[in-house]
């Protein structure tokens, strides 16, 4: 799908949300990636095949901060 140089990340890579948007829009929520991966705001993803990835934004939890 990508037309980029150097190419995007797949959509099956574990770096796919770094591909390059095709159609951003932040006031629905969502942007589509050139590598065909729909990207929602809350960080979960639907991927070409129609599977779904959860949201996966840290947690109060597990993020950590510099002292």
Do not use: K, Y
């Amino acid at each position: 799908m990508c037309q980029h140089q150097p190419p995007c990340p797949t959509a099956l890579s574990a770096d796919r949300d770094a591909a390059l948007p095709l159609a951003h829009h932040p006031e629905q929520g969502w942007s589509l990636l050139c590598n065909g991966v729909l990207l929602f705001e809350d960080t979960g993803e639907i991927l070409p095949d129609g599977s779904v990835i959860a949201p996966h934004r840290p947690t109060a939890d597990t993020v950590t901060t510099a002292a």
